[in-house]
């Protein structure tokens, strides 16, 4: 095992995912060593993707596509190759069907206002589901409001898990759009997507799968679940903020119109009007996120080196080992599938009678960050009975010593309020 890897006791799992890797966890918060376990809303970046962002400006910083001297034709190789690199760890075909964008939320706005707008009409439904993150309904909620489209909501059992019954009772031959997250930001429930979008597709509805928080956690190829859209945020996968991709199968990009005109997507400008450019450019209009492309290939090659399978086995041992100690744990109600084999990497839980809010505030005294709140998932929220969750999540770097801190800052919640 290498110096200073993670390792655990459970299932004799290990991980080469080196700690001393991410600067920001030498910090310490409040006198205590940092315990990071927020890693559903961001993670932390490696040195490598730090620096991969400082080199772009001390050696590479041009603009792209645009001119022939040497600095802006290694920006583009850079971006481009960028692009290359995605494609081939989401098992995309070609880079071609990869779009630069800021986040998970911009790529499905971007099918929202390009593909939906375009093919939906009143009489036509969208399939949802309780667990969806907002960014995965208010735009799907704007379009039907533009179009006249309905939409249905999938619900949530008692368990955490989608109800596969009344999904499939909410498809018929009206359903045009499925759009269904990967892994719950909530509870980690993972949906068997391969199942739900073949019954989809035999209804002739196109689907769109958020990949924001299973592409981190999981091996994710979009040859094998055949979804029409894939959609993720490089920051919740150890690159920088403000660079995502949207995965959509090439056929179908090359039928959507751009939302966003300007630069670097046209072929040519008349005054009566322009002509595009191929896709993906078409939809990348002005100055793209640069540095930010080259840095989330850094940490793709960092997840790669790792293994997706790897990451996958180290979160559910992690969340296996978080679960039996939130059971010992006096006055603490675990949310969702308790159940490693369809949960990853994400824990819901609450201390009874202490608002999430001020349970995250005295677990921060202690260095630990979790967060509390509705993570964006009113919906869900609701149907399970509260108005808020605490939420652990864990990367590449967490191991057993952050939950064994979790717990440690749980007994002092306990203490402060009983
Ligand atoms: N979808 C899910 C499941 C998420 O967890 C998040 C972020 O928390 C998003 C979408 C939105 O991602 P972003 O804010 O990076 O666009």
Known sequence: MPAGSCSSDVGAMEINANRADFPILQREINGHPLTYLDNAATTQKPRSVIQAITRFYEQHNANVHRAVHTLSEEATALYEDARAKVARFIG??????????????????????SWARA??????????????????????????????????????????LLDRKHFSSLLNKNTRLV????????????????????????????????????????????????????????????????????????HILASMEPVQGGGGMITRVEEAGAEWMEPPWRFEAGTPNIAGAAALATAVDYLTAIGMAEVQAWEASLTEYALAALDQAPGITVFGPRDSLIQSGVIAFNADGVHPHDAAQILDEVGVAVRGGHHCCQLLMRRLGVPAVLRASFSVYNDQGDVERLIGGLERVARVFR
């Not at 667990?131 to 735009?139: L, T, Y």
């Not at 979008?197 to 679940?225: K, T, W, Y």
Request: aromatic letters at 4%; hydrophobic letters at 45%; a negative charge.
């Open 92 to 113: 995309a075909p070609s880079a071609r069907c990869i779009v630069f964008t800021r986040g998970t939320t911009e790529a499905i706005n971007l099918v929202a206002q």
């Open 119 to 160: 093919h939906l009409t009143a009489g036509n439904e969208i399939v949802l589901s309780e667990m969806e993150h907002h960014s995965n309904i208010v735009p799907w909620q704007m379009v039907a409001r533009e179009t006249g489209a309905a939409i249905r909501y999938a619900r949530v059992t008692p368990r955490g």
């Open 179 to 250: 759009a269904l997250t990967h892994t719950s930001n909530v509870l980690g429930t993972v949906n068997p997507l391969r199942d739900m979008i073949s019954e989809a597709h035999d209804l002739g509805a196109v689907v769109l799968v958020d990949g924001a928080q299973g592409v981190p956690r999981a091996p994710v190829d979009v040859a094998a679940l055949d979804c029409e859209f894939l959609a993720f945020s490089g920051h919740k996968m150890l690159a920088p903020t403000g660079i995502g991709v949207l995965y959509a199968k090439e």
